[in-house]
């Protein structure tokens, strides 16, 4: 039950990551497609985790983000480059990777956390973190995206059902952290981790 790659346009430029993971449910990356000069446009890919929820996704073409009605179509294989999403090249490819998902249900995703958040007030909501790593854009800015990894797949699970709880007055998305989002960068632990070590 993979999920499609679909082609949003006409956002605002300036539009934030989180109100694309907030607007969009189901949402594991998104990419932003930019001109010869590297400026963003207003046009993305965004990967979901599964059909249900790219169809769902679809329904929002017409639908206005930020005050600008967006369309919603299924990405076109030209778009698709390689390196766009780590370790795929092509929407054929998209869930290969996560066929070893078991082995890190220990490590969680979650977004739409608030930009200035404190750990203590994280650790005080899901019990029992072993180790958060803030997700941050190309400019070092937190944008409310973090990995938590916790000690038993028992205490994960029980933090995944805090999915859709409201945290400081934000909706909270929670879920197993996708094999590419755990590369190089992350503390070892996780990396170790998430390779079944």
């Given at each position: 039950?993979?999920?499609?790659?679909?082609?949003v346009s006409n956002l605002p430029?300036?539009?934030?990551?989180?109100?694309?993971?907030?607007?969009?449910?189901?949402?594991?990356?998104?990419?932003?497609?930019?001109?010869?000069?590297?400026?963003?446009?207003?046009?993305?890919?965004?990967?979901?985790?599964?059909?249900?929820?790219?169809?769902?996704?679809?329904?929002?073409?017409?639908?206005?983000?930020?005050?600008?009605?967006?369309s919603v179509d299924v990405a076109?294989?030209?778009?698709?480059?390689?390196?766009?999403?780590?370790?795929?090249?092509?929407?054929?490819?998209?869930?290969?990777?996560?066929?070893?998902?078991?082995?890190?249900?220990?490590?969680?995703?979650?977004?739409?956390?608030?930009?200035?958040?404190?750990?203590?007030?994280?650790?005080?909501?899901?019990?029992?973190?072993?180790?958060?790593?803030?997700?941050?854009?190309?400019?070092?800015?937190?944008?409310?995206?973090?990995?938590?990894?916790?000690?038993?797949?028992?205490?994960?699970?029980?933090?995944?059902?805090?999915?859709g709880e409201k945290f400081e007055?934000?909706?909270?998305?929670?879920?197993?952290?996708?094999?590419?989002?755990?590369?190089?960068?992350?503390?070892?632990?996780?990396?170790?981790?998430?390779?079944?070590?």
């Amino acid at each position: 039950d993979d999920g499609q790659l679909l082609f949003v346009s006409n956002l605002p430029f300036a539009v934030e990551e989180s109100t694309v993971y907030s607007f969009f449910e189901g949402v594991l990356g998104i990419y932003r497609l930019t001109d010869k000069r590297g400026k963003f446009k207003g046009r993305a890919i965004l990967k979901f985790q599964s059909r249900a929820a790219s169809d769902s996704a679809l329904r929002n073409n017409g639908k206005l983000l930020d005050g600008r009605p967006i369309s919603v179509d299924v990405a076109k294989p030209e778009l698709l480059k390689e390196g766009m999403f780590p370790g795929e090249t092509s929407q054929s490819s998209i869930g290969g990777a996560s066929a070893d998902i078991g082995e890190i249900a220990d490590i969680l995703f979650v977004s739409n956390l608030p930009f200035d958040v404190e750990e203590k007030s994280v650790r005080n909501f899901f019990k029992s973190i072993k180790t958060i790593h803030w997700l941050r854009d190309k400019k070092g800015r937190f944008k409310g995206r973090a990995i938590l990894m916790f000690h038993s797949k028992s205490e994960s699970e029980a933090a995944r059902k805090k999915n859709g709880e409201k945290f400081e007055g934000r909706t909270l998305s929670v879920d197993i952290a996708n094999p590419e989002l755990l590369k190089e960068g992350l503390p070892v632990e996780i990396q170790q981790a998430s390779k079944g070590g």
